[in-house]
């Protein structure tokens, strides 16, 4: 798989056929057989492949789901993800493996194969401004993870921004010191919280075609652990933005690991 996505992104011939794969036209008819019962098929070598344990989930039995993308947002049984409810210590939003950067303005991210700035992220010069010297967080997960998310802290949450996502031409166009030739379609609001300040939780999707599915898309309370959304399959990152003031009480192992090109581990309602 690492050598034929090599082959789309970075040669010609690659990205003249990435183009014609990510056309909307191939990304919904995609996206509609993976919500059919023709998918079913897959499910069970999907499962065996990523040795996924439906114990721990409610419908705990292949024959219960309708489709693949039924599996793929599969829900756990209650207990399986404690969330901390400690309000003064940051919290992981999702199951994933974490990423932590001190955000600067030469810093550029690596997500889903495309590099980002954090004002390319945002598409706001002036919003990500202000996140300067604060802690970028970002959590990839792969096929076997749990893919339903919850809000990192409670609060009050503005309206939702998507933005969608845009295949570049199939000339090399150059992103600071990276090549890129996506973006990814992702949605994000910022969370007024009363420990950690405005917040920004960002989820990142699939090219053109919508696989985020948020609950919640006006402004609204929300709380600490509660659901706010899931990805079907092709959609797999979460970004948290932190201020400055309130990055204090992070382990630093996070900030290490990521130095030295590790990703850690973590689970959804666990203390940073």
């Known amino acids: 798989m690492d050598k034929i996505l090599h082959f789309l992104y970075t040669t010609f011939p690659g990205r003249v056929i990435l183009k014609g794969l990510t056309l909307k036209q191939v990304s919904v008819m995609a996206?509609?057989?993976l919500d059919s019962h023709?998918?079913?098929p897959l499910i069970k070598p999907f499962a065996e492949k990523n040795n996924i344990d439906l114990s721990i989930c409610e419908r705990d039995k292949i024959?219960?789901?309708?489709?693949?993308?039924?599996?793929?947002t599969r829900q756990l049984k209650d207990g399986m993800r404690p969330i901390g409810q400690d309000e003064t210590r940051?919290?992981?939003p999702c199951?994933?493996?974490?990423?932590?950067?001190?955000?600067?303005?030469?810093?550029?991210?690596?997500?889903?194969?495309?590099?980002y700035k954090v004002?390319?992220?945002?598409?706001s010069k002036k919003l990500a401004n202000e996140y300067n010297g604060g802690l970028c967080l970002v959590y990839r997960l792969s096929v076997n993870h749990y893919h339903r998310y919850v809000y990192c802290e409670s609060g009050i949450k503005g309206k939702n921004h998507r933005?969608?996502?845009v295949l570049h031409t199939v000339q090399p166009i150059a992103l600071r010191h990276e090549p890129v030739f996506t973006e990814n379609q992702r949605e994000f609001v910022q969370i007024k919280t009363e420990n950690f300040g405005?917040?920004?939780?960002?989820?990142v999707g699939a090219l053109l075609v919508g696989k985020i599915k948020n609950h919640h898309l006006k402004a609204k309370k929300v709380l600490r652990g509660e659901e706010k959304g899931y990805f079907k399959y092709g959609g797999s990152t979460v970004i948290v933005l932190v201020k400055k003031d309130y990055i204090g009480n992070i382990d630093p192992k996070y900030y290490l690991n990521t130095l030295h090109n590790i990703e850690t581990p973590v689970k959804m309602g666990q203390y940073l």
């Open 90 to 92: 940051l919290m992981a």
């Open 119 to 123: 004002s390319d992220l945002l598409h």
């Open 31 to 33: 996206g509609k057989f």
């Open 63 to 72: 024959s219960d789901y309708d489709n693949f993308n039924d599996f793929f």
């Open 198 to 203: 405005k917040m920004i939780q960002m989820e």
């Open 163 to 165: 933005i969608n996502g």
């Open 95 to 115: 199951d994933g493996l974490l990423s932590a950067y001190v955000i600067t303005e030469g810093l550029v991210i690596p997500v889903k194969r495309s590099c």
């Open 38 to 40: 023709l998918s079913k």
